[in-house]
């Protein structure tokens, strides 16, 4: 498995903005720019919730919630992703995870990534531990 390793979680204010990033350390079983890379949330008591996938090419998607708000980039050479996030609000509080994987396909309510509702998600085999996002008020 891929180690995943995120970082720039912070405390900051409600409309203020924050950049995530997600660094590759190893476990690759193909080139990097070959995986998906994606953001997911956890906020407490609330389930896992996609907000970002990025192809090798640079395609990006997002979750209608952070549209237009939110900005995914990777650096293939760095192996890293980034989030960039403006105009937060409470709402994006949050435990934020980067993922990483091969698939994209049709995968149970349970597993996968998904940015838009249904059966279609990212198969990532592959999560960091998370960095902690609050937004206060």
């Known amino acids: 498995l891929v180690q995943l390793i995120e970082s720039g979680g912070d405390t900051v204010q409600s409309g203020g903005s924050l950049r995530l990033s997600c660094v590759a350390t190893?476990?690759?079983?193909?080139?990097?720019?070959?995986?998906?890379i994606g953001w997911a949330r956890q906020a407490p008591g609330k389930e896992r919730e996609g907000v970002a996938v990025?192809?090798?090419?640079?395609?990006?998607e997002y979750s209608e919630s952070v549209k237009g708000r939110f900005t995914i980039t990777r650096d293939n050479a760095e192996q890293k992703v980034y989030l960039e996030m403006d105009d937060l609000s409470p709402a994006d509080t949050a435990m934020y995870y980067c993922?990483?994987?091969?698939?994209?396909?049709?995968?149970?309510?349970?597993?996968?990534?998904?940015?838009?509702?249904?059966?279609?998600?990212?198969?990532?085999?592959?999560w960091g531990n998370g960095t902690l996002v609050t937004i206060s008020a």
């Open positions: 990025i192809e090798g090419d640079g395609s990006a």
């Open positions: 993922a990483a994987g091969l698939t994209y396909g049709n995968y149970p309510a349970d597993r996968g990534l998904r940015l838009t509702p249904g059966p279609w998600a990212y198969g990532m085999d592959s």
């Open positions: 190893g476990g690759f079983v193909a080139p990097y720019n070959v995986y998906y």
